[in-house]
């Protein structure tokens, strides 16, 4: 078989080669015949007829024709015998009148239409004294050549034939030789080559060309190519790419070995096998030395690791998805850890966790000779709070002190969870001067933050114990009783105050006054000692006077420090702190915050123009204005409000769910400034200039986050922004301002009705009968034309809009039922949409019930349509008023159904009547045997239930036929109509007939 191959190899070469040969000769012919080189038999022929013709005229001249006209005529037909290639001739007379002809001469000269004489064609002219007296006239043979037929005979045809013929197989005879002895494989002995085709790796030799000169068997299996398509080719002709697919020039080894002479081990390429596909092999190059040590080739060997790296990338693989598995379950245990050692209430650490990190805690600082302060925090009358507000209210106090404990300590600080309203700090390597002041802060911000979250109480404090290590405890149990110690003087002492721990007898001379030792003084009376007493008991009530009114005058310091006198909103150093606050509390739980600077426009003429008493009465007008917009979302009760500067007002907001919500606080603000301020009959008309910045967006350090939002404030007040408001990061204004126009537009539209209702038909499969419609709502916008549900409808549900616009489409449809139905369209039926916030609303059921006994509709005629995700928003609200709207009649649909949850526990729980599903299932039904099995498994299951099925996003006939197949009841799609106003679905009805009940459609109507 490789003989075989092998001289097929060389064959068609030779043929090619001598086939051009020969046909080269050919044309080397034809040029020498054209240059005159070859001798031409048809000008010979013509130069004898001339001569012929001029010897005739000769003769004829000297016999006088009308005196021996026979003679002539004998030497005419004498002639013709002669020369067989005169096939007639003829005497005509000047008045060309033919007075004697040999053979046919009248048709054989029929084609002649010229004076003088042709090839074929010879006229000798007849004087009689010197005038003619008529013709002579001869018809020969064409010359060979001059019609085609001839060219077969012609002799340079001839010759070409045999040089196309014979030429073809002694070249080839030639090239067969030559090729052998030229035949580059023919270096390689057979037994040479039998070797190589048992190596398992591919083999290739290559000259010092790179020409392949040798393959094994090996490798041509893997290019699926033959031998003879390679032989000759450069190596660096076939389709190699680096190993890491980069663009850069592809490094082949032996070119290398070819310029070097030294070996190349280790080179890795790809190969693209066009039947195969991509082969990565390892190549090994070592040059084939010649008589001079020049390389004169290069033995090449293939290492196929296509496979092996395949293994490895599965391999690879694996050990990913084991490596994700082991961090999923350390983040599960991590999960479980954290609830295992956190207080389930606060999110502080329980007592336990607590006590043992604060044992390794106290043996590092003992062992590193490190200072560690512990610090006790208990609420003051917290009895007072669960007796007065309850103890729901009890828990938010709780939960509000773990908050202040854990946003005002380090990462590396401890804070656990004792028991009740007491919590207990560790501070690692603080001093305990700096746990003191870290107690002072809590201690304020305790105060503050109650004040400022809840306006009607309950107002608490905090007392504060702090013991350090140097007290020399023998165990952390000691520190902490230590610490609790100091706590207990705080609570005797006043409450609402840090205690700083020391031995017994200090805290007893702080406590009390000292006592005279018995022995040193003179026994009293009985009067001397109630005497005694009574200084005793006036002195210490003097001392608690004057402790209470030194901590009045510290407390109110404190605030003074903290909070603005004009306003009593915090003041700048304060607002800086819970901005910083806020930031550590966002970077440990990943929370988004937001600044609002406020500039108020124009202040300096209100002072100069009405005074600065009327400027002081609008400042305190707008913070209460602030307080009151604010305070009464309970979404941001979290938030500082601030005066910053003389006329600059700034809002902290912590803890924003996303970013989109401060567009609306911003609405909420501009609506809250844009009322007049009375004040002294005078009506104060302000504007305000707002920058905002968001946390970590815009910036990740306090005084970054807020220069960022005055910056944003100046550029607003600069460029006297139509909005009023500058966001710092440029898309988040373009957002925002998009959102508020929106907002406004819907609100114009609910207000103008703006919308129009579409329908889309629905069909039982079984009649083929329109049995309903589905409305679905557009928007006529004024300007943008008719925009479709989803360019604003999650918009209108996230502004409460929805409510508006969904009770107009429920009204809306009924109405248009009782249209039809006084057109004579009876039992149709209409579904609509409904979305969460209409479910959670109050009196939603009664409202609907309303809307059906106004237009004197039967309640089975409107269908409501709810989603899964509408449904699990809120199960037990969607349940209940569910329930009490399909007990009136009123069919329910679960729309869109496997998209979402798919829970099948709440369909057996929900009164649903049908069960549509979603155009996802439907679009590939006809080429997805997945989603047949799904289709039919739904509808199996809402047989099952006494369910209806409704198929959405029916658009071809196939679709229709596996849906009938399967039993589906109902269809509803483009097959049928797309969304079309009322009008066309009155011109349905009336096509597919105007009984009084639903009708089958006609072949036109679905379309």
């Given at each position: 078989m490789d003989t075989l191959k092998k001289t097929v190899g060389l064959l068609l070469p030779a043929m090619r080669i001598s086939l051009a040969l020969a046909l080269i000769s050919i044309c080397l012919l034809f040029t020498a015949e054209m240059l005159g080189f070859m001798p031409d038999k048809s000008k010979f022929m013509l130069e004898s007829r001339k001569q012929v013709s001029e010897a005739l005229a000769i003769q004829f001249s000297t016999i006088a024709p009308d005196q021996d006209p026979h003679r002539i005529e004998r030497m005419l037909n004498a002639l013709i015998k002669r020369n067989p290639e005169i096939l007639s001739a003829g005497i005509r007379l000047q008045n060309d009148q033919l007075i004697f002809q040999v053979?046919?001469?009248?048709?054989?000269?029929?084609?002649?239409?010229?004076?003088?004489?042709?090839?074929?064609?010879?006229?000798?002219?007849?004087?009689?004294?010197?005038?003619?007296?008529?013709?002579?006239?001869?018809?020969?043979?064409?010359?060979?050549?001059?019609?085609?037929?001839?060219?077969?005979?012609?002799?340079?045809?001839?010759?070409?034939?045999?040089?196309?013929?014979?030429?073809?197989?002694?070249?080839?005879?030639?090239?067969?030789?030559?090729?052998?002895?030229?035949?580059?494989?023919?270096?390689?002995?057979?037994?040479?080559?039998?070797?190589f085709d048992t190596l398992a790796e591919g083999v290739i030799i290559v000259d010092e060309y790179e020409q392949i000169v040798l393959a094994n068997n090996a490798f041509l299996k893997k290019i699926a190519s033959p031998m003879a398509a390679l032989l000759g080719k450069k190596a660096s002709q076939l389709k190699w790419k680096s190993a890491d697919d980069s663009t850069t020039d592809t490094y082949l080894p032996w070119q290398t070995v070819l310029k070097t002479g030294k070996s190349s081990i280790g080179a890795h390429l790809k190969l693209l096998s066009p039947g195969n596909g991509t082969f990565k092999f390892v190549i090994n190059a070592s040059p084939i030395l010649g008589g001079n040590d020049a390389a004169q080739g290069v033995l090449i060997t293939l290492d196929d690791i296509t496979e092996i790296e395949e293994r490895n990338t599965k391999l690879q693989t694996m050990v990913s998805k084991l490596e994700e598995s082991q961090a999923q379950?350390?983040?599960?245990?991590?999960?479980?850890?954290?609830?295992?050692?956190?207080?389930?209430?606060?999110?502080?650490?329980?007592?336990?966790?607590?006590?043992?990190?604060?044992?390794?805690?106290f043996a590092d600082a003992l062992q590193n000779n490190l200072e560690l302060s512990c610090i006790m925090?208990?609420?003051?009358?917290?009895?007072?709070?669960?007796?007065?507000?309850?103890?729901?209210?009890g828990d938010v106090i709780i939960k509000l002190l773990a908050e202040i404990l854990t946003t005002n300590t380090r990462k590396i600080d401890l804070v656990g969870r004792y028991?009740?309203?007491?919590?207990?700090?560790v501070l690692p390597d603080l001093s305990v001067d700096e746990a003191i002041t870290v107690a002072e802060r809590i201690r304020l911000r305790i105060k503050s933050e109650s004040v400022a979250r809840y306006e009607n109480g309950p107002w608490v404090t905090a007392s504060l114990g702090v013991a350090s290590i140097l007290d020399q405890p023998e165990d952390p149990g000691e520190l902490n009783n230590f610490a609790d110690e100091a706590l207990y003087v705080a609570k005797e002492s006043g409450r609402n105050r840090v205690v700083r721990w020391q031995r017994q007898n200090e805290f007893a001379e702080k406590v009390k006054p000292d006592a005279q030792p018995a022995a040193k003084n003179p026994p009293a009376t009985q009067t001397d000692a109630d005497r005694d007493d009574s200084k005793v008991s006036k002195l210490q009530l003097r001392v608690d006077e004057l402790e209470q009114i030194a901590s009045q005058i510290s407390t109110e310091l404190d605030y003074s420090k903290h909070y603005d006198n004009l306003t009593g909103l915090p003041n700048q150093v304060l607002f800086y702190d819970r901005v910083n606050q806020v930031i550590e509390r966002g970077h440990r739980y990943s929370h988004l915050a937001a600044i609002f600077v406020i500039d108020i426009g124009m202040f300096g003429m209100i002072n100069a123009t009405l005074g600065r008493v009327v400027g002081d009465k609008v400042l305190k007008e707008i913070a209460d204005r602030l307080n009151l917009t604010f305070r009464k979302s309970d979404d941001i009760s979290r938030l500082t409000l601030s005066r910053i500067g003389g006329d600059v007002f700034a809002v902290l907001i912590p803890e924003l769910s996303n970013k989109e919500a401060v567009t609306w606080m911003v609405e909420r603000l501009m609506d809250a400034l844009a009322d007049p301020i009375d004040i002294d009959r005078n009506s104060i008309y302000i504007t305000g200039h707002i920058g905002i910045s968001v946390y970590p967006t815009d910036a990740n350090s306090v005084d970054d986050l807020i220069n960022n939002a005055i910056t944003a404030k100046t550029f607003c007040k600069k460029t006297s922004s139509e909005t009023g408001f500058q966001f710092f990061d440029n898309q988040m204004q373009a957002l925002s301002i998009k959102h508020l126009h929106l907002d406004k537009e819907l609100r114009r539209a609910v207000q103008n009705q703006e919308w129009e209702l579409f329908y889309q038909p629905k069909m039982?499969?079984?009649?083929?009968?329109?049995?309903?419609?589905?409305?679905?709502?557009?928007?006529?916008?004024?300007?943008?034309?008719?925009?479709?549900?989803?360019?604003?409808?999650?918009?209108?549900?996230?502004?409460?809009?929805?409510?508006?616009i969904g009770e107009w489409v429920i009204r809306t449809a009924c109405q248009q039922l009782k249209q039809w139905e006084e057109m004579?369209?009876?039992?149709?039926?209409?579904?609509?949409?409904?979305?969460?916030?209409?479910?959670?609303?109050?009196?939603?059921?009664?409202?609907?019930?309303?809307?059906?006994?106004?237009?004197?509709?039967?309640?089975?005629?409107?269908?409501?349509?709810?989603?899964?995700?509408?449904?699990?928003?809120?199960?037990?609200?969607?349940?209940?008023?569910?329930?009490?709207?399909?007990?009136?009649?009123i069919a329910i649909s679960i729309d869109d159904f496997g998209t979402g949850y798919s829970s099948l526990s709440y369909l057996k729980n929900l009164p649903v009547d049908n069960l549509k599903i979603d155009r996802s299932f439907i679009i590939d039904i006809c080429q997805d045997v997945n989603d047949q099995k799904i289709v039919k498994m739904l509808i199996n299951i809402a047989h099952s239930m006494n369910m209806m099925?409704?198929?959405?996003?029916?658009?071809?006939?196939?679709?229709?036929?596996?849906?009938?197949?399967?039993?589906?009841?109902?269809?509803?799609?483009?097959?049928?109509?797309?969304?079309?106003?009322?009008?066309?679905?009155?011109?349905?009805?009336?096509?597919?007939?105007?009984?009084?009940?639903?009708t089958p459609l006609s072949g036109d109507s679905q379309n």
């Open positions: 053979n046919d001469h009248v048709k054989e000269w029929a084609d002649y239409d010229s004076q003088k004489s042709t090839s074929t064609h010879l006229v000798v002219p007849i004087f009689r004294d010197s005038e003619k007296w008529g013709d002579i006239e001869f018809k020969f043979a064409p010359i060979a050549g001059e019609s085609a037929s001839d060219f077969l005979e012609h002799p340079s045809f001839k010759m070409a034939i045999f040089f196309l013929v014979v030429g073809f197989f002694i070249y080839l005879t030639f090239m067969l030789r030559t090729l052998k002895v030229l035949d580059p494989s023919a270096v390689i002995p057979d037994r040479v080559n039998a070797a379950v350390k983040e599960q245990n991590k999960e479980l850890h954290f609830l295992a050692t956190r207080d389930s209430l606060t999110g502080c650490l329980n007592r336990r966790a607590f006590n043992e990190l604060f044992e390794k805690a925090v208990d609420i003051d009358h917290f009895k007072l709070v669960n007796d007065n507000y309850g103890h729901a209210t028991g009740g309203e007491e919590f207990c700090i039982d499969i079984a009649t083929q009968a329109i049995v309903g419609v589905e409305a679905l709502i557009r928007w006529r916008h004024p300007s943008k034309g008719l925009l479709a549900p989803f360019e604003f409808i999650d918009f209108a549900e996230q502004r409460g809009i929805i409510v508006a004579g369209f009876m039992n149709r039926k209409i579904a609509v949409n409904l979305s969460a916030v209409q479910l959670r609303q109050e009196g939603f059921v009664e409202k609907v019930l309303a809307i059906i006994a106004e237009h004197q509709i039967a309640p089975r005629q409107l269908e409501l349509e709810v989603t899964e995700t509408t449904l699990m928003n809120n199960f037990q609200a969607a349940l209940t008023a569910l329930k009490r709207l399909s007990s009136r009649g099925v409704i198929a959405e996003g029916v658009e071809t006939q196939s679709q229709f036929d596996i849906l009938a197949e399967y039993g589906c009841d109902e269809i509803q799609g483009y097959l049928l109509s797309k969304p079309v106003p009322a009008e066309e679905i009155v011109k349905m009805f009336s096509k597919a007939g105007t009984g009084r009940s639903s």
